[in-house]
């Protein structure tokens, strides 16, 4: 199983980012697909969730700001931030579990800073 996230960067605060991972090794529609971030100092944080039936959830601290979806076809998982503040700041990883076992993408670090 593999999970390439990529995207990352340095965005604006109020701005924009869209952060992709492609997955490989996996039946990649059947499987449920997260988000989490990582800030300097804190622990990892689920940010976002999207099962097989693209039902979705969202931390509080994200609703109404970010977007996850999902591309079956292209085997990719998306995070879409919209208004993003400087405590977005963090690595971010795409994470699955399969049989049982939970697999993570290296970490793509954004960057909210004017």
């Known amino acids: 199983v593999q999970l390439q996230a990529s995207g990352g960067g340095l965005a604006l605060p109020g701005g924009p980012l869209r952060l992709s991972c492609a997955a490989s090794g996996i039946n990649f529609r059947l499987n449920t697909m997260s988000w989490y971030r990582q800030a300097p100092g804190n622990e990892r944080e689920l940010v976002a969730t999207i099962t097989s039936n693209r039902d979705t959830k969202y931390a509080d601290s994200v609703k109404g700001r970010f977007t996850i979806s999902r591309d079956n076809i292209k085997r990719t998982l998306y995070l879409q931030m919209n208004s993003l503040k400087p405590g977005d700041t963090a690595a971010y990883y795409c994470?699955?579990?399969?049989?049982?076992?939970?697999?993570w993408g290296r970490g793509t670090l954004v960057t909210v800073s004017s």
């Open positions: 994470q699955t579990i399969f049989r049982e076992r939970a697999y």
